[in-house]
């Protein structure tokens, strides 16, 4: 199945996850937790996009 990236903000996030709540848990409870899983990777980059890289200066 072909995945898809969309672009939302936390407003939108939050709306959506608050709609699939109040579906039957164990029809959404997978999509749930990707969203989550996402966005948690996403918030823990930096504003650019780029990982953080650490360099030792001597």
């Known amino acids: 199945m072909k995945d898809f990236k969309l672009s939302l903000n936390l407003n939108e996030v ?8 109040n579906l039957p848990y164990n029809q959404v409870n ?4 990707k969203i989550h899983a996402q966005a948690q990777e996403q918030l ?6 780029q ?5 030792e200066h001597n």
Do not use: Q, V
Request: charged share 15%; proline share 4%; glycine share 4%.
């Open 51 to 55: 990982e953080k890289t650490i360099t």
């Open 44 to 49: 823990s980059m930096p504003a650019n996009g």
């Open 14 to 21: 939050n709306m959506i996850i608050k709609a699939l709540s």
């Open 30 to 33: 997978e999509i749930i937790s």
